[in-house]
């Protein structure tokens, strides 16, 4: 350990908890029953905030209130510039709060302090490319069945939207969702994850700021039992809108069928790059650093299995090993920190438990391997790791680890390297590295994933849209298709004048 950059307690004093309610019609409320969950700071083992946690009541109420929000038309009927402008108004309050926002989303997850400003700032972009969106709802109209009839395709709100978000990335996949559900019309009920329900809670108060309806959306903090099973089986609730683990998304996907509600899924990830000869090899092994590193790979781009042709893989695998060496791990809230704390000490058993299995199944050790040591610092922090040898058949290989940890497997050939790519049960994003712009087009051609990154890793833009192949999950987000995710579709059929072909014939 002692030839990592490890960056010791920065001594930053730490603020007042803060104190989350759920946000029910307009109000803030605690929980009927009084009960709340305390989360304390991974990294520095200190309360940092205290939530109401909820039950079946305030999942029922939040439900309820949005039912009657949409119902009434008070957001839905609204035109879409009125819409625009408070999402407008909403990421002009982000900016103004996201060093307070930033400072709870770090407390909260243990992730870098720089980082968890760059991730609020940016969803702010989110927020305002939704209200473009909201100016345009369109559908079709067709002007060719003939000269009595017109036709009209429209696009309409889905409805009632439960959104339910994980713990990694909690403002940002927020913003992912939440904006483009409200700029279709929408309305809401949010429940962040029990680990990081602050920014969530900090945005509630920027949506009525901002002059959203009460009732629009509401907030249940709470745990996925009850609350997340009562937000996914709902009849009241018309879609579901979840990201989180594939295990959890396949258990929404059951609930809700019972009434048969539109699901969009965001999963998991086991997201390979492919490293060709002719690549710049240099930005090549920083790309991989960073996929594997950025956010303790507690991500679900996470770059976790490198593919390396034969012919490099000594080479490359030295590269990336030497820079994983100088990423800085440490105190979150020390600005030069690239690398924070894990989210939880059962999360880092399971890390090493995955390295173990491993090496035991025949793997090499590279680098780390195990949990890291901060001075001053309670923990719990992964070393970064780079395990070789590893076969396309361990589960290494094959399952999200979700920690800072890089599987290292060779191939010799392009068709190689594409069938090692598409040999998971997930599709979430890949990328491919050389100079050669067929070898790039083919492999992105050849590879079912989501997103596919060609001479990078993890650029994104609320241009593009986001989303999964197979088990990483179904539909879409941001981009113009994360607007038509909260959209249903109505044909309108008009006969135009006193055209009806009578159908009962009462001549004699
Ligand atoms: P998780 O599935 O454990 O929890 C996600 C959310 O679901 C939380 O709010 C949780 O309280 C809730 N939940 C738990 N059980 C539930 C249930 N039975 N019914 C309804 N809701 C329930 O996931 P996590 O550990 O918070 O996040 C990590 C996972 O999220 C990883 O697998 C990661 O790949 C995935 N993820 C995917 C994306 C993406 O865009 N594809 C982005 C980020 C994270």
């Known amino acids: 350990m002692r030839d990592l950059s490890i960056l010791p307690a920065a001594g930053a004093p730490l603020p007042e908890p803060f104190e989350g309610r759920h946000l029910i019609d307009g109000s803030w409320r605690p929980s009927a029953d009084g009960r709340t969950l305390d989360r304390l700071s991974p990294a520095h083992g200190a309360l940092v905030s205290r939530s109401a ?15 009657a929000a949409f119902d009434d038309g008070r957001w839905s009927a609204r035109p879409g510039r009125e819409r625009a ?22 407390l909260e997850s243990g992730k870098p302090i720089t980082q968890a400003r760059g991730e609020v700032k940016r969803a702010a972009d989110l927020w ?13 109209t067709h002007n060719a069945l003939g000269p009595d009839m017109l036709g009209a395709v429209l696009k309409e709100p889905v409805g009632v939207v439960s959104i339910i978000t994980p713990w990694n990335f909690p403002f940002w996949i927020l913003s992912q969702k939440l904006p483009f559900a409200l700029a279709a019309g929408c309305t809401c009920v949010v429940k962040p994850s029990e680990m990081t329900p602050t920014t969530t809670v900090m945005l509630g108060a920027l949506l009525l700021e901002a002059g959203l309806p009460e009732g629009v959306v509401n907030i249940v903090l709470g745990e996925g039992r009850p609350v997340g099973e009562v937000l996914a089986a709902h009849p009241a609730v018309d879609m ?9 998304g396949k258990g929404i996907v059951r609930a809700a069928a019972g009434t048969l509600k539109k699901v969009a899924l965001e999963l998991g990830g086991k997201n390979p790059q492919a490293v060709f000869p002719d690549a710049d090899l240099e930005a090549a ?5 960073f996929g594997v590193y950025f956010n303790v790979g507690q991500c679900c781009n996470s ?6 042709h034969r012919a490099i893989a000594e080479e490359f695998t030295a ?4 820079l994983s060496r100088h990423v800085r791990f440490g105190d979150p809230l020390d600005p030069r920190t690239q690398v924070g704390a894990l989210v939880s000490e059962a999360h880092g058993r399971k890390i090493h438990g995955h390295v173990q299995a491993a090496l035991a199944d025949g793997a090499t050790l590279r680098l780390g391997g195990g949990p890291l040591e901060v001075p001053g610092l309670p923990g719990p922090f992964y070393q970064p790791t780079v395990v070789e040898g590893v076969r ?14 890089l599987s290292v497997l060779a191939f010799d050939t392009l068709e190689e390297a594409i069938a090692l790519a598409n040999d998971a049960s997930y599709g979430l994003s890949a990328g491919v590295w050389s100079e050669n712009v067929h070898t790039c087009l083919a492999f992105a051609r050849g590879v079912r994933a989501g997103t596919i990154w060609t001479n990078t890793w993890m650029d994104g833009f609320p241009e593009m849209t986001f989303g999964g192949y197979r088990e990483s999950g179904q539909g879409r987000e941001i981009g113009r298709q994360g607007l038509e995710e909260f959209l249903e579709t109505k044909t309108v059929a008009m006969r135009l004048g006193r055209t009806w072909p009578r159908w009962v014939e009462t001549a004699p």
Do not use: C, N, Q
């Open 85 to 106: 402008a408070i999402l407008l108004r909403v990421a002009d309050l982000i900016e103004r709060d996201h060093e307070r926002m930033a400072l709870w989303e770090t």
């Open 303 to 308: 770059g976790s299995r490198v593919l390396v």
């Open 240 to 248: 579901v809108s979840f990201t989180g683990s594939t295990a959890v």
């Open 128 to 140: 305002r490319f939704a209200a473009g969106l909201a100016r345009g709802i369109v559908g079709e």
């Open 319 to 322: 590269r990336v090993v030497d």
């Open 392 to 405: 396309p058949d361990m589960a290494l290989a094959r399952e999200e680890v979700f920690g800072p940890v």
């Open 53 to 67: 946690l909820g039950g079946e009541a305030e999942a029922e109420a939040a439900i309820r209130a949005a039912r």
């Open 285 to 289: 092994a920083d790309a991989v650093t």
